[in-house]
C-alpha cells in the first residue's frame, strides 16, 4: 500500500517562503509521477505543479508559475514544492498525490494516490 505523508505547512505572512514535503513509502518513489494540488475553503482542489519520475521536466500552473518550484529526491523518496512570495490567495490545504502512469497531468483523477493535505494559510 501506498503512502504519502506531507509536512512543512504553517502560516506566513505575504511575501515570505515556505517548503511543504511529501514522504512517499510502500512504492518505488522513481516510478511514479508526482503532483500537488491545493484546496482553499469553499473551493474545488486545483493543481499546483508536476514532476516526471527522474525529475527533469515539470509543468505549473498559471498561478503559480515563477514563484513555485516542485522537485524531487529519490534517494530519499520525497517529493517537494518551494513556495516564494507567498500571497493571500494561496491559503489552501496542499495535497501531493502520486501518478504511477505519468504523463504530468493536471487533472485529479489521474492521480492514484493521496496524502492527507496540509495546511499552509498566508495572511496579509
Known amino acids: 500500500q501506498v503512502q504519502l505523508v506531507e509536512s512543512g505547512g504553517g502560516l506566513v505572512q505575504a511575501g515570505d517562503s515556505l517548503r511543504v514535503s511529501c514522504l512517499v513509502s510502500g512504492r518505488s518513489f522513481g516510478s511514479v509521477y508526482m503532483g500537488w494540488f491545493r484546496q482553499a475553503p469553499g473551493k474545488e482542489r486545483e493543481f499546483v505543479a508536476a514532476?516526471?519520475?527522474?525529475?527533469?521536466?515539470?509543468t505549473y500552473a498559471d498561478s503559480v508559475k515563477g514563484r513555485f518550484t516542485i522537485y524531487r529526491d529519490n534517494a530519499k523518496n520525497t517529493v517537494y514544492l518551494q513556495m516564494n512570495n507567498l500571497k493571500p490567495e494561496d491559503t489552501a490545504v496542499y495535497y501531493c498525490a502520486a501518478d504511477p502512469e505519468g504523463g504530468l497531468s493536471p487533472r485529479i483523477y489521474t492521480y492514484d494516490y493521496w496524502g492527507q493535505g496540509t495546511q499552509v494559510t498566508v495572511s496579509s
Open positions: 514532476v516526471t519520475r527522474r525529475g527533469l521536466t515539470t
